[in-house]
C-alpha cells in the first residue's frame, strides 16, 4: 500500500472510531508508523475533528431557532396538504368533466333524434347501436311488453325470426305513431323495424321482400303487409339474412304461413 492509499483510508478514522480487525486500515496505519509526515498529518487531522466535534456537541440551539424550524416543517406540511387536497380536487374536477361528457355522449338517449327515409333511419340506428327498453330472450314477452306499451303489432311476424333468441326492444318516436324496434340474436343481432304505412307514405317498397347489401357488410331487406312497413337490419349477407326470412310471406293470411 502506498501513501496516497494510506491517506485515503486514515482520514476515514478520526473521529475515535478505529475499526478492528481490519486488514486495509491496519496496512494503513502501518504505513503511517514508518512515515512521519503522513503520521504527523494524520494527527492533526484528528485533533481538528474532533475538537469540532466536540464544539458541535457543546452548541446549544437556540430556541427561536426550533420554533422556526417547527414553523417551517409545519408550513412545508400545510403545502403538501394543500396540494394533496388540490389534487384530489382537481382528480373530482376532472372526474365529473368525464362522467358530464360520458353522460351527454351515451347517456341522454337520442334514439329519437334520427331523420330521414325509414329505411336510411332503421340502418343508421342499426350501426350506431340501438338502445333498447326492455330485455328478454323470450320473443313472445317482447311482443307482449310493445302492446303493453301502446304498439299496434300486426298479426304476422316472420316465423323464424321469432323463433330466434330474443335480445329486447323498443318503441321509437319516429312518426306521429311510435315505431317499433324487436332485436333478435343469430350471433349477428338482427333489427327488425315495424312502422306504419300512414305515417310513411314515400316508403318504397312492396310486399316482395328486397334485399341491399351495404358497403360495410351489412343488409338491409324491407317490404310491406297490409298497414305495416318492416325495415330488417344486420350485419350479415343477403343470403344469412334471407334464411331467417324464408316461410313467410307478406300479404297472405297468416294461418296460411308455413311455420
Not at 71 to 100: P, Y
Not at 107 to 117: M, V, W
Not at 171 to 176: A, G, I, V, Y
Amino acid at each position: 500500500m502506498d501513501k496516497q492509499e494510506a491517506k485515503l483510508i486514515l482520514s476515514s478514522y478520526t473521529l475515535e472510531n478505529e475499526p478492528s480487525n481490519d486488514p486495509q486500515f491496519d496496512a494503513a496505519k502501518a504505513v503511517a508508523a514508518n512515515d512521519p509526515e503522513l503520521a504527523s498529518w494524520w494527527k492533526s487531522q484528528k485533533q481538528a475533528d474532533q475538537s469540532l466535534s466536540a464544539s458541535l456537541r457543546s452548541f446549544e440551539v437556540p430556541a427561536d431557532l426550533r420554533s422556526a424550524l417547527k414553523v417551517t416543517i409545519a408550513e412545508k406540511e400545510r403545502k403538501r396538504l394543500r396540494f394533496a387536497q388540490a389534487r384530489k380536487w382537481f382528480s373530482i374536477a376532472a372526474a365529473f368533466v368525464l362522467c358530464s361528457y360520458l353522460f351527454f355522449e351515451y347517456g341522454i338517449d337520442r334514439s329519437d333524434d334520427y331523420t330521414g327515409p325509414l329505411a336510411q333511419r332503421a340502418f343508421d340506428y342499426s350501426v350506431d347501436g340501438p338502445r333498447l327498453s326492455y330485455f328478454d330472450r323470450d320473443t313472445s314477452k317482447l311482443q307482449t311488453w310493445l302492446t303493453q306499451n301502446g304498439f299496434d303489432l300486426p298479426d304476422q311476424l316472420p316465423p323464424k325470426l321469432l323463433a330466434l333468441e330474443g335480445v329486447g326492444c323498443r318503441p321509437l318516436d319516429w312518426s306521429q305513431e311510435k315505431v317499433a324496434l324487436m332485436c333478435f340474436n343469430a350471433d349477428t343481432v338482427y333489427h327488425l323495424f315495424i312502422g306504419m304505412e300512414n305515417d310513411f307514405p314515400e316508403f318504397e317498397a312492396s310486399e316482395q321482400i328486397g334485399y341491399a347489401q351495404q358497403d360495410n357488410g351489412w343488409t338491409v331487406s324491407k317490404w310491406r303487409d297490409q298497414d305495416y312497413l318492416f325495415v330488417l337490419t344486420a350485419k350479415a349477407t343477403v343470403d344469412e339474412m334471407s334464411q331467417f326470412l324464408a316461410s313467410y310471406a307478406p300479404g297472405n293470411d297468416p294461418l296460411s304461413a308455413i311455420r
